[in-house]
């Protein structure tokens, strides 16, 4: 019996959306410091970004960034800012 090789890694491009997004999260290391949060935040954003959530905020509520620093009425404000410099928003 023989195995197959895995499947290759699809990376994404610079200038794709999700990149951005992903990159613009992972700069927020002061406001929610675990790893862990920052991609679940980043992929509810990713739902917003999608029309499958209301709002930013909706999309902070349903990430529920245990390790943030700060209140999410400020989180809020600081990724919106952060999604404008992208070009997300």
């Given at each position: 019996?023989?195995?197959?090789?895995?499947?290759?890694?699809?990376?994404?491009?610079?200038?794709?959306?999700?990149?951005?997004?992903?990159?613009?999260?992972?700069?927020?290391?002061?406001?929610?410091?675990?790893?862990?949060?920052?991609?679940?935040l980043s992929f509810c954003l990713n739902m917003f970004l999608n029309k499958e959530a209301e709002s930013v905020a909706d999309a902070i509520q349903q990430a529920k960034p245990g390790s943030a620093t700060v209140e999410f009425k400020v989180l809020e404000e600081i990724i919106s800012k952060k999604l404008k410099e992208k070009g997300l928003l």
């Open positions: 019996m023989s195995t197959k090789a895995p499947a290759g890694i699809k990376y994404f491009d610079e200038g794709d959306t999700i990149k951005k997004l992903y990159s613009a999260i992972d700069e927020l290391k002061d406001a929610v410091p675990a790893n862990n949060d920052r991609n679940r």
